[in-house]
């Protein structure tokens, strides 16, 4: 096998100067508090836990028990929610009628997961369902097409899922076609509501459930449960059990980027159980296919390596493949379509890097780009299905929020991703350019938008000023740790107790501690990220730090650094690994 990565001599300064100590600051009391401690035993919870819940904002013995131990049982009931006893009802009927219902998905993760959950248990129930995704060619949204197909297919109600609050001409359609329809989503709602049946979506006028931050799929599986339980009520025996399809909603959570508190925090919990232990045909292949099979797997991938699997076919053309592996029930039937979705995850790679090595070009050639509150860059060549990549590989480059355009020259027009940074409401922003586009939607964290190429231009600064009025440019916000540990403390125990403590993510970030060592080995890995092996009093460690090459430090030399622990296989073991968020040379 050919070794990848290239040993390198330590060479002080070898790959550029050696970078500046960052501002370091401790979220709150670490694990080894007395305070901290003495909570922990009084609830008989790890003092991880405790320490990690605490820092991140959970206090009080009843809301850090719930946070360390999610039980469903803890989940708000969604009576409160606008537009649920009408979605609820329509479903009855056509449960009672046993109509033909039809279900329509967005192309991305959570709206292939909405769809999946929807038509997936209605099946269980018995009736016949027809389902559609979102084709990227076709636009944003549910479109004459789809209305048309379903028109054709003889659905009587139609189920949107991550999409059509925004749908307006086509949910018309529908209805002047005599056809119910029902919006499961969660986007920003417009001005003018939607004409259909039934509007599900927490950010709706008037909803007063509590917690905005489900995904649409989320929002879908307690639509599923309350059916569950009217179906029981009325003597239905052992109507199907929507927990069944929590390992889709806990991947489309996490791959939305929603927050992982409260109801999030629950359901993600619970559907990472689900994934881990009982995957569904689908996702247990393509597990398999990433090398994470088994329980060796966290949110971390669900995030970074099922997400862009699943997410890649709608950002190339039609979802469809991601949706028949999600609905997939043998193994047999998965292989080819895991197969199909790597291959266009492939192909989406790169086009991504492509995107982002021009679009980082275009930024460092602009020498008003500095100044401005946020970035814009558009260019003819790149595929408008990895913009939205793009965008947030700049955003997190440049430390504010980006849009990213894809030209259509022959078209004159542009389609966009926004990605934000430093709480900047993205969404907002574009409501304040609502003058130059076309078309926009999403919420906070990542919008979409499409506008006229003779416009881009005005929309350069009218978006950098949008952004600036909500979050002046600020100094680099600093690095939160949850404390020091030293690399001779770190074992297998260790890292799993912090995985328990878990799902980490949006809104509830991932331990980091800060560390000290000496350098053993450097080596470089595909000319960009840096392996470390680190030496702290007895104990050596193996590091690595993902485009890092950028400083070399010497072998010998004392660093200290911001990491993550981790676990991989190492010749049929598990052991301890350290993922590095920055490293410096020790003063």
Known sequence: MTELSTEVPGRPGAGGAPPAAPRVEQRGPSHDDPEVIATATRLGLDPIAVGLLGSRGITGDDALSRAAVPRLADLRTPERMAGFPAALELLRWAHRRRVRVGVFGDYDVDGVATAAIL????????????TRVAHRDSGYGLQASDVDAFA?????????????????????????????????????????????????????????????????AGVAFYLCGALRTLLAKEGMARPPDPRAWLDLVAVATICDMMPLVEENRVLVRRGLGVLRHAPRPGLAALLEQVGASGDAFDDEVVGYR???????????????????????????????????????????????????????????ADPQAEGRAAIVVAHARWHPGVVGLAAGTLAEHHRRPAMVLA?????????????????????????????????????REAAGLSIRTDRIEALVEAFADACAAQSPMREPIAQAVDGRIRLDELDVALVERVAAAGPWGTGFPAPRWLGRGQVERVRVHKEK????????????????????????????????????PALDLFRGERRVRVVLDTLWPEP
């Open 407 to 443: 030209i259509d020259v022959d078209g004159g027009m542009a389609r966009g991703s926004v990605r934000s940074f430093g709480g900047v409401d993205v969404r907002a922003a574009l409501v304040a350019c609502a003058s130059l586009l076309e078309r926009y939607g999403g919420h």
């Open 152 to 216: 054709a297919a003889g659905v009587a109600v139609v189920l949107t899922g991550d999409t059509g609050t925004s749908d307006l001409a086509s949910l018309e359609r529908l209805r002047l076609r005599g056809i119910k329809t029902a919006v499961i989503d969660h986007h920003q709602v417009p001005e003018v509501m939607p004409p259909c049946d039934a509007l599900i979506n927490p950010h709706q006028p008037g909803c007063e459930f509590p917690f905005k931050g489900l995904c649409s």
């Open 306 to 364: 099922l997400g862009p699997r699943l997410n890649a076919p709608g950002r190339l053309g039609s979802a469809e493949p991601s949706l028949r592996l999600l609905r997939a029930r043998t193994r047999a039937e998965a292989m080819p379509l895991v197969e199909q979705i790597e291959a266009l995850n492939e192909r989406r790679r790169a086009l991504s890097a492509m995107a982002v090595q021009e679009a980082l070009a275009l930024v460092a």
């Open 529 to 564: 990220h840096l392996g470390l092996r680190l030496v702290d009093g007895r104990r050596a460690v193996e590091a690595i730090y993902f485009g890092g090459a950028h400083w070399l430090p010497a072998v010998g030399e004392r660093v200290a650094f911001v990491f993550r």
């Open 119 to 130: 038509a997936g248990y209605l099946d269980a129930l018995g009736l016949q369902t027809v």
